[in-house]
């Protein structure tokens, strides 16, 4: 079993670096699915096909770890149907992620594809890195947010600019309620198992009320 470790939340010191953490906490929780975005491909079920990044290679170490922080579900996702999962860092709560180590370019190339841009140039970091955020723009995944560091190196993720109790929520479908699930026990940490990651998911801001432990903990055994 994998440990799981801390995300030390002072900012990094390095402004330029050659590697960061891509912490995810939706999809791309499951290697299978970043996979499309690193190397290039349709995702099974997906109606987009994501060009990948310049450099194709997977990342070197994926870890578990916990974002301070809260998940939630809004908007509706046309892949999935159903709410997205969103990240609002100045709520009081913990994600449960995967950050994955990536080359700087690989991010920013990830990062591009969730925004519906081309990957290729690359965007400057400087901002997030120094302030602790940056924004982009003002769609879904246009807020890039610097949680803190791990061994040194960034770790990075990217939301929507909007907070937690500033939209509606939305109930996510059983489809993408699975692979967050299925996402997280991939990660293979003794603390993570089915019935702690139901009660996680149940939990979230647009699943509660719509999903339950059991429902969850059913879809998952199924």
């Not at 960061?20 to 499309?36: I, K």
């Not at 916990?66 to 709520?91: C, I, K, M, Q």
């Not at 965007?123 to 120094?130: F, G, H, S």
Request: charged fraction near 20%; aromatic fraction near 10%; hydrophobic fraction near 40%.
């Amino acid at each position: 079993m994998k440990a799981l470790r801390s995300i030390d939340p002072a900012l990094p010191g390095d402004s330029e670096p050659e590697r960061v953490w891509y912490v995810s906490y939706g999809s791309n929780l499951h290697l299978d699915r970043l996979a499309c975005y690193i190397r290039g491909g349709r995702p099974p079920g997906a109606t987009r096909t994501y060009p990948g990044c310049g450099d194709p290679t997977m990342p070197s170490r994926s870890i578990p770890v916990e974002l301070a922080g809260v998940l939630y579900f809004a908007t509706r996702s046309p892949v999935w149907g159903g709410g997205r999962a969103f990240y609002d860092p100045r709520a009081d709560s913990q994600v449960l992620a995967r950050a994955h180590l990536v080359t700087t370019g690989q991010f920013s190339d990830i990062a591009a594809q969730e925004m519906y841009r081309e990957p290729g140039p690359q965007i400057d970091l400087a901002e997030v890195l120094t302030r602790g955020t940056a924004a982009l723009g003002e769609g879904r995944y246009e807020t890039l947010v610097c949680a803190g560091q791990v061994d040194g190196l960034p770790a990075l993720t990217f939301t929507a600019p909007w907070g937690v109790r500033d939209v509606p929520w939305n109930p996510p479908s059983a489809a993408y309620m699975r692979c967050l699930a299925t996402g997280l026990l991939s990660a293979d940490v003794d603390v993570w198992d089915v019935e702690a990651v139901a009660s996680y998911l149940a939990a979230c801001p647009g699943a509660a009320g719509h999903w339950s432990e059991r429902a969850l903990t059913d879809l998952l055994q199924g």
